[in-house]
């Protein structure tokens, strides 16, 4: 067996997600939706606050500062709004109220504010898609960080909002999201890590992408596209997939290995070794077989069960010590 293979990964069984592991993964996401939510009913409620105050629906027309709320309300979209002159936008509503407000009488205010809701599930939906996706990340970076803190790796992270480098000592759980890269010195070596980077020798996007040194200032655009465009400079690259629901997961290895048979198969053509590596929660038992196999025979790296602390934890010191 390779050299590289997690050490609390001695059969493919012990790649599998658990029942209880996607009962509890099932369970963050349904609590992650109802805090979201959260931000929509207020929305909701202080839309119905303005609302409250107009005994005719078409009066409503004249408020401009509720006019975005009110093209929610009857379906008209953000790029609808964006593109239509104020006329015709204020004409739609007002067809919109005649044909939904003013029959529904004395409850036209809960049929308008319904509707809000409505159009606010759409959003939510798209918002939790993209959590989902972010949550993974979270948690890959926090277990990085975990791996520097406890070696004692004096490191660095890369605010993707205030397009800065800060200091280790400050990071904090809270910040997990906003982290784009990390960089840290191991000894005389110093490592960079990118997440979701488009790597010009595969011409695709990458979950996690590893350099071999942080001689780059990713600031200078000139200088970062160069260094991201040598072979040379690269150690390893990964797949991540955070999606728990067990439906979904062979689609999610498929896509994976897919990227992962790209990476080995680009870099390959420049007699160029990476290592490659692959992170997932939801890991059915077809997959943990064919997973295993391939770390067994080298062809994968390493692996890891999102969902398994001692896994993810031994994945990544493995990963700040390469």
């Not at 909701?44 to 609302?51: H, K, L, N, Y």
């Not at 918002?127 to 490191?155: H, P, W, Y």
């Not at 840290?184 to 010009?200: E, F, I, M």
């Not at 692959?278 to 295993?292: S, T, V």
Request: glycine share 6%; with cysteine.
């Amino acid at each position: 067996m390779g050299h590289n293979l997690n050490k609390y990964i001695n059969k493919p069984e012990d790649l599998e997600t658990t029942y209880e592991e996607t009962k509890i993964g099932f369970l963050s996401i349904a609590l992650r939706k109802s805090k979201e939510a959260n931000y929509y009913l207020g929305l909701a409620s202080a839309f119905r606050t303005i609302v409250d105050d107009y005994e005719a629906p078409l009066d409503l027309i004249k408020n401009d500062d509720i006019t975005i709320s009110m093209c929610q309300a009857a379906g008209i979209s953000t790029k609808a709004i964006g593109y239509l002159e104020p006329k015709d936008t204020k004409d739609l509503l007002t067809d919109f109220i005649q044909e939904y407000l003013i029959t529904a009488g004395d409850s036209y205010v809960d049929q308008l504010i319904n509707r809000f809701l409505l159009s606010q599930g759409d959003a939510l939906g798209g918002r939790m898609r993209n959590i989902v996706g972010g949550v993974a990340g979270e948690k890959l970076t926090q277990n990085i960080i975990s791996a520097l803190r406890i070696r004692n790796f004096d490191f660095e992270y890369f605010d993707k909002h205030s397009k800065i480098w800060i200091k280790g000592e400050y990071f904090q759980e809270d910040n997990s999201n906003l982290v784009k890269a990390i960089k840290w010195k191991n000894g005389d070596k110093s490592r960079l890590l990118y997440y979701d980077l488009t790597v010009p020798v595969v011409k695709k996007n990458i979950d996690i992408v590893l350099f071999n040194n942080s001689n780059v200032n990713n600031k200078k655009t000139k200088e970062f596209k160069e260094f991201i465009s040598d072979h040379h400079n690269y150690l390893a690259l990964g797949e991540l997939k955070g999606g728990i629901d067990p439906a979904g997961a062979d689609e999610h290895w498929k896509t994976a290995n897919t990227a992962l048979t790209r990476i080995r198969d680009a870099f390959g053509k420049l007699n160029s070794e990476v290592f490659t590596i692959f992170i997932g929660a939801a890991i059915e038992a077809a997959m943990a077989k064919e997973i295993y196999a391939q770390c067994e025979s080298q062809e994968l790296t390493n692996c890891a069960n999102l969902t398994k602390q001692r896994q993810l934890s031994e994945i990544c010191d493995w990963f700040v010590t390469l």
